[in-house]
């Protein structure tokens, strides 16, 4: 799941903002994500998405909307949203790469936890 939010929100900001938003609006996915982080010990992902969730759901009570609300040009609107999502957007692209890394090397030492091969028999 990490890798879906990764593969859409990388692009910018906007996505950044808008892929997160959706999936806290969807509490499986995101708990999904969470919990990925979790099994692979990606505390420093982990940590800034909590972050982002907790800027973002201060503003949407401040605001009294829903997850499902967010839209791109929110941005263009909130300057103040736009600063915040811009930091914590900067701080995913840089943290993004060890938690691919993580990811990955965990699977690829641990393939049957993944992967079931069969005989073609």
Request: glycine fraction near 6%; charge should be negative; proline fraction near 2%.
């Amino acid at each position: 799941m990490f890798r879906v939010l990764y593969d859409h929100a990388k692009g910018s900001v906007s996505e950044y903002y808008q892929w997160i938003s959706y999936l806290l609006d969807r509490p499986d996915y995101w708990s999904g994500v969470t919990g990925g982080l979790r099994f692979f010990d990606d505390m420093a992902m982990l940590g800034l998405l909590e972050e982002t969730t907790e800027v973002l759901a201060a503003r949407n009570r401040r605001l009294g909307v829903q997850w499902g609300d967010a839209t791109f040009k929110d941005l263009e609107r909130d300057r103040e949203l736009l600063n915040a999502a811009s930091v914590l957007f900067e701080r995913f692209l840089d943290i993004a790469p060890n938690s691919l890394k993580r990811i990955s090397t965990y699977i690829r030492s641990n393939p049957r936890q993944f992967v079931t091969i069969e005989d073609g028999d």
